[in-house]
């Protein structure tokens, strides 16, 4: 199926059609990455094998169809749009196969540990003598290059060595960890835009290259105000909740249901006025603790509590009503799960739908962006191995014999 | 151009012209990230100038629009216009910048946007081959789409807040510990990369249809899209997302952060072979070896008491030797890094993670490339501009060479 298409007129064009990427990723960050390729058009072909299934045998499982390949919702979210073929890379002929595969391919991506390509010879190095112009994008917890190349880290790790951890957390304790896997998706963003920046130069120049991804650089990327207060004013960072830096209020606070919450951001005088007219406290403008922003953000605690006390009487949904139109931002603090009923979202398409032959129709989150002159394309999640015999025989060029003898030799298992 | 003469210092968006009428950090990001890879970006600010001139952090704290760090930082590489929207030579000028331009990157308000003639709509009709990227909290329609936001109210908007601390944290008082967001502009940075990407993905789409196209992204979905993890949850098992700490949405254990002798520690074991080095680094306890904890099924059931002798040990152990245990065992054990001490790891200079720059007079370090091209380095060409920099040398010559 397809988003953004007119129903008389010739589907869009794909902006990636034409591009084949070779996908040897795992976990999130490359499968990721290669999902949204694979959405705006990109042929990705993922290498999987029974002895190195991806993510295919983690949960969660459509129900009643635990353990089975083609059920995890994990691998089939990930993996939509995907062409699959399984290759044993633990035989030689099957590393050769991957080796010609990346002779004919633009893009190929990885997120193994540091040096596992090169023993299987299928690193840069060796795939560019074959195909000068590949781009290769490796992703690593710590990158393919620097002192701790080789150390190993999941999104936890990686949140935790970022600095992000230093700026996450409630006042005066402990550093937390941010939520959704974020190092994951964010440095497979980070892998996506590089790799259309470098075809784009291709398409220019002819030139290939290796891009070296480090999920915790990634991260690093969203606390630029503390590296630069730490570094030029030796200001250390610190952990504030829900507080800003410069603006007061600025909170989540607790509404009237139990689990509902209210995010409420007040960024000059004037919502601020609005802010206390509105929630009937007209005393607090001229209160001198609230009465500017410096004595808010010298009472702050003062603050937080006169406002959460306001808040815990209300409904959020009826809260964010009043606030919005006295011109306040503000609104719901929302669940994942809520999301995919969310109005907003599904005003938008920002929920698809896609039928799988195994599972059925599953939801989830859609490409975030509308087109008004490109097209985009949601098909299922492939079956294990379901495109070996096409790929091999079809693009390789693998005759039938030959591909019988593999066959039965294991290699393609 | 031939390969054998191309530069290095070049990007690989060099001719790649952008023109940017951003404010904060979701638009200027974007427009960040193409120039930071060679593209010409130019920077169009109001007489008032981008609101992250008043943010800073400013040198010793004293508040200069010329010197505000996050502006010096989210500005880098990029030419500065200064326009009054609101007088005709202003717009004038605007469209004389667009007119030459492959793309325009905005995140001002819609009903703004339309006011000065500037919406996609009409930038589509006036310019075919634009590429014209809108950016704003929900979209540009739909029930929410008038609402005022910013960061935090859109970053609440989510699921992302609600999930945070998340796995392999969670909260341990559901009062004490609401919902949180991290003091950082994490929800505007991660909408301003997904803006880049799809821009970048409809100027390479331009190149099959030959004409423009209105990228236009709802910052909440943008995020909302990035936990992908969790959707799948909700969507095979229907389960709602729990934030007390909670197998269900933990998944298999241990896969902790834990409080260790001198800082925090994530500990992932979750397998039965990662439990037996586990347990060997632990000096194999006794009750280690309790049928509570004998299988991955049952140490995910019983984690709350796995989680408590876990601690026992984990607070007898410095951190540094808990990351040394990790390396020789093989298993993804990894200690808090404050910002400080990742700045000085050996690690941070082989690969120029910070890069310098000079705000006020004062050195500083910022964040460099959040990925690195090896055929076309990152590099910086020229610092942020002032307000209104380049305004009479690119309004009247074109692009300074």
């Given at each position: 199926m397809s988003q953004g298409q007119g129903k008389q007129s010739q589907p869009r064009p794909l902006p990636l059609a034409g591009i084949r990427v070779l996908d040897l990723g795992q976990f999130i960050a490359i499968p990721f990455c290669s999902l949204w390729l694979a959405w705006l058009g990109a042929e990705v072909i993922v290498i999987e094998s029974r002895r190195r299934m991806t993510s295919r045998t983690a949960p969660p499982f459509a129900e009643g169809r635990e353990k089975e390949p083609n059920a995890s919702g994990y691998f089939n979210q990930l993996y939509s749009s995907k062409k699959s073929v399984t290759v044993d890379m633990t035989t030689a002929e099957g590393r050769d196969l991957v080796r010609r595969l990346a002779g004919v391919c633009d893009v190929m991506v990885d997120n193994f540990?540091?040096?596992?390509?090169?023993?299987?010879?299928?690193?840069?190095?060796?795939?560019?003598?074959?195909?000068?112009?590949?781009?290769?994008?490796?992703?690593?917890?710590?990158?393919?290059?620097?002192?701790?190349?080789?150390?190993?880290?999941?999104?936890s790790a990686v949140n935790l060595f970022s600095g992000v951890a230093e700026v996450t957390?409630?006042?005066?304790?402990?550093?937390?960890?941010?939520?959704?896997?974020?190092?994951?998706?964010?440095?497979?963003?980070?892998?996506?835009?590089?790799?259309?920046?470098?075809?784009?130069?291709?398409?220019?120049?002819?030139?290939?290259?290796?891009?070296?991804?480090?999920?915790?650089?990634?991260?690093?990327?969203?606390?630029?105000?503390?590296?630069?207060?730490?570094?030029?004013?030796?200001?250390?960072?610190?952990?504030?909740?829900?507080?800003?830096?410069?603006?007061?209020?600025?909170?989540?606070?607790?509404?009237?249901?139990?689990?509902?919450?209210?995010?409420?951001?007040?960024?000059?005088?004037?919502?601020?006025?609005?802010?206390?007219?509105?929630?009937?406290?007209?005393?607090?403008?001229?209160?001198?603790?609230?009465?500017?922003?410096?004595?808010?953000?010298?009472?702050?605690?003062?603050?937080?509590?006169?406002?959460g006390a306001w808040v815990r009487g209300q409904n959020v949904s009826e809260a964010t009503d009043l606030l919005q139109s006295a011109g306040v931002p503000s609104g719901p603090v929302l669940r994942l799960d809520e999301m995919l009923d969310?109005?907003?979202?599904?005003?938008?398409?920002?929920?698809?739908?896609?039928d799988h032959p195994v599972v059925g129709p599953r939801r989830q989150m859609a490409l975030p962006w509308r087109m008004d002159s490109l097209g985009i394309e949601y098909k299922s999640a492939p079956l294990l191995g379901e495109h070996t015999h096409e790929i091999l025989t079809g693009l390789l060029g693998v005759t039938e014999p030959d591909y019988a003898r593999l066959e039965a030799g294991g290699v393609l298992s | 151009m031939s390969v054998t003469n191309q530069p290095t210092s070049q990007g690989p968006l060099t001719g790649v012209t952008v023109v940017e009428l951003g404010d904060g950090t979701s638009a200027p990001y974007a427009a960040k990230l193409f120039g930071d890879l060679g593209a010409e970006v130019i920077k169009v600010e109001g007489p008032a100038g981008d609101s992250s001139r008043k943010r800073g952090p400013f040198p010793d704290g004293r508040p200069d629009p010329e010197a505000s760090g996050l502006f010096m930082y989210l500005n880098v590489n990029k030419f500065g216009v200064m326009l009054d929207l609101d007088t005709k030579p202003g717009v004038a000028d605007m469209h004389k910048l667009l007119s030459r331009a492959d793309v325009f990157m905005t995140n001002l308000p819609v009903k703004r946007l339309v006011a000065v003639g500037l919406d996609a709509?009409?930038?589509?009709?006036?310019?075919?081959?634009?590429?014209?990227?809108?950016?704003?909290?929900?979209?540009?329609?739909?029930?929410?789409?008038?609402?005022?936001?910013?960061?935090?109210?859109?970053?609440?908007s989510t699921g992302l807040a609600y999930s945070t601390p998340g796995m392999p944290d969670a909260s341990e008082d559901l009062v004490k510990e609401p919902p949180l967001h991290p003091a950082c502009f994490a929800g505007e940075t991660i909408s301003g990369l997904v803006a880049a990407e799809a821009t970048m993905a409809a100027l390479l789409g331009s190149g099959?249809?030959?004409?423009?196209?209105?990228?236009?992204?709802?910052?909440?979905?943008?995020?909302?899209?990035?936990?992908?993890?969790?959707?799948?949850?909700?969507?095979?098992?229907?389960?709602?997302?729990?934030?007390?700490?909670?197998?269900?949405?933990?998944?298999?254990?241990?896969?902790?952060?834990?409080?260790?002798?001198?800082?925090?520690?994530?500990?992932?074991?979750?397998?039965?072979?990662?439990?037996?080095r586990l347990k060997d680094g632990m000096g194999r306890p006794a009750w280690a070896e309790s049928e509570l904890y004998s299988t991955e099924q049952a140490r995910t059931a019983n984690w709350i008491s796995l989680r408590v002798?876990?601690?026992?040990?984990?607070?007898?152990?410095?951190?540094?030797?808990?990351?040394?245990?990790?390396?020789?065992?093989?298993?993804?054990?990894?200690?808090?890094?404050?910002?400080?001490?990742?700045?000085?790891?050996?690690?941070?200079?082989?690969?120029?993670?910070?890069?310098?720059?000079?705000?006020?007079?004062?050195?500083?370090?910022?964040?460099?490339?959040?990925?690195?091209?090896?055929?076309?380095?990152?590099?910086i060409r020229r610092p942020a501009p002032r307000l209104g920099e380049h305004s009479a040398v690119i309004l009247k010559d074109g692009i300074a060479a």
């Amino acid at each position: 199926m397809s988003q953004g298409q007119g129903k008389q007129s010739q589907p869009r064009p794909l902006p990636l059609a034409g591009i084949r990427v070779l996908d040897l990723g795992q976990f999130i960050a490359i499968p990721f990455c290669s999902l949204w390729l694979a959405w705006l058009g990109a042929e990705v072909i993922v290498i999987e094998s029974r002895r190195r299934m991806t993510s295919r045998t983690a949960p969660p499982f459509a129900e009643g169809r635990e353990k089975e390949p083609n059920a995890s919702g994990y691998f089939n979210q990930l993996y939509s749009s995907k062409k699959s073929v399984t290759v044993d890379m633990t035989t030689a002929e099957g590393r050769d196969l991957v080796r010609r595969l990346a002779g004919v391919c633009d893009v190929m991506v990885d997120n193994f540990s540091t040096g596992v390509l090169e023993k299987l010879g299928l690193g840069y190095e060796q795939i560019a003598a074959l195909n000068p112009s590949i781009i290769m994008l490796s992703n690593g917890a710590f990158g393919r290059a620097g002192a701790m190349r080789n150390s190993r880290g999941l999104h936890s790790a990686v949140n935790l060595f970022s600095g992000v951890a230093e700026v996450t957390g409630y006042a005066d304790s402990h550093p937390r960890i941010l939520g959704g896997c974020i190092p994951d998706p964010l440095s497979g963003t980070y892998s996506g835009f590089a790799i259309m920046a470098a075809i784009y130069h291709r398409q220019k120049t002819g030139q290939g290259q290796f891009i070296d991804v480090a999920m915790h650089e990634a991260m690093l990327s969203l606390i630029p105000e503390a590296v630069i207060d730490l570094t030029m004013n030796d200001v250390e960072p610190t952990r504030i909740g829900n507080r800003d830096r410069v603006n007061a209020p600025h909170g989540i606070y607790q509404g009237r249901e139990d689990g509902t919450w209210l995010a409420v951001s007040v960024n000059d005088e004037t919502e601020w006025a609005a802010f206390c007219n509105a929630t009937r406290h007209p005393d607090w403008p001229s209160d001198p603790r609230f009465a500017t922003l410096d004595a808010r953000q010298k009472n702050v605690d003062a603050l937080d509590l006169a406002i959460g006390a306001w808040v815990r009487g209300q409904n959020v949904s009826e809260a964010t009503d009043l606030l919005q139109s006295a011109g306040v931002p503000s609104g719901p603090v929302l669940r994942l799960d809520e999301m995919l009923d969310h109005e907003q979202l599904l005003a938008r398409d920002g929920v698809v739908t896609i039928d799988h032959p195994v599972v059925g129709p599953r939801r989830q989150m859609a490409l975030p962006w509308r087109m008004d002159s490109l097209g985009i394309e949601y098909k299922s999640a492939p079956l294990l191995g379901e495109h070996t015999h096409e790929i091999l025989t079809g693009l390789l060029g693998v005759t039938e014999p030959d591909y019988a003898r593999l066959e039965a030799g294991g290699v393609l298992s | 151009m031939s390969v054998t003469n191309q530069p290095t210092s070049q990007g690989p968006l060099t001719g790649v012209t952008v023109v940017e009428l951003g404010d904060g950090t979701s638009a200027p990001y974007a427009a960040k990230l193409f120039g930071d890879l060679g593209a010409e970006v130019i920077k169009v600010e109001g007489p008032a100038g981008d609101s992250s001139r008043k943010r800073g952090p400013f040198p010793d704290g004293r508040p200069d629009p010329e010197a505000s760090g996050l502006f010096m930082y989210l500005n880098v590489n990029k030419f500065g216009v200064m326009l009054d929207l609101d007088t005709k030579p202003g717009v004038a000028d605007m469209h004389k910048l667009l007119s030459r331009a492959d793309v325009f990157m905005t995140n001002l308000p819609v009903k703004r946007l339309v006011a000065v003639g500037l919406d996609a709509k009409t930038l589509r009709a006036q310019y075919p081959k634009l590429v014209v990227t809108t950016i704003s909290p929900f979209g540009v329609d739909g029930p929410w789409a008038d609402r005022l936001s910013d960061e935090l109210v859109t970053f609440a908007s989510t699921g992302l807040a609600y999930s945070t601390p998340g796995m392999p944290d969670a909260s341990e008082d559901l009062v004490k510990e609401p919902p949180l967001h991290p003091a950082c502009f994490a929800g505007e940075t991660i909408s301003g990369l997904v803006a880049a990407e799809a821009t970048m993905a409809a100027l390479l789409g331009s190149g099959h249809t030959g004409e423009g196209c209105h990228v236009e992204l709802s910052q909440q979905a943008a995020m909302a899209a990035m936990q992908i993890r969790d959707a799948t949850s909700a969507s095979y098992t229907g389960a709602p997302y729990n934030r007390l700490i909670n197998p269900i949405t933990i998944g298999r254990m241990p896969n902790f952060y834990l409080p260790c002798k001198d800082g925090y520690v994530t500990i992932a074991a979750p397998m039965e072979n990662h439990w037996e080095r586990l347990k060997d680094g632990m000096g194999r306890p006794a009750w280690a070896e309790s049928e509570l904890y004998s299988t991955e099924q049952a140490r995910t059931a019983n984690w709350i008491s796995l989680r408590v002798r876990l601690m026992e040990w984990t607070m007898t152990v410095t951190s540094d030797e808990m990351h040394a245990f990790g390396e020789t065992s093989q298993l993804p054990i990894f200690p808090f890094y404050s910002i400080r001490k990742l700045a000085g790891t050996q690690h941070s200079k082989d690969r120029g993670t910070f890069a310098d720059l000079t705000i006020g007079g004062k050195p500083a370090k910022m964040p460099a490339a959040p990925f690195q091209m090896r055929g076309t380095p990152w590099s910086i060409r020229r610092p942020a501009p002032r307000l209104g920099e380049h305004s009479a040398v690119i309004l009247k010559d074109g692009i300074a060479a």
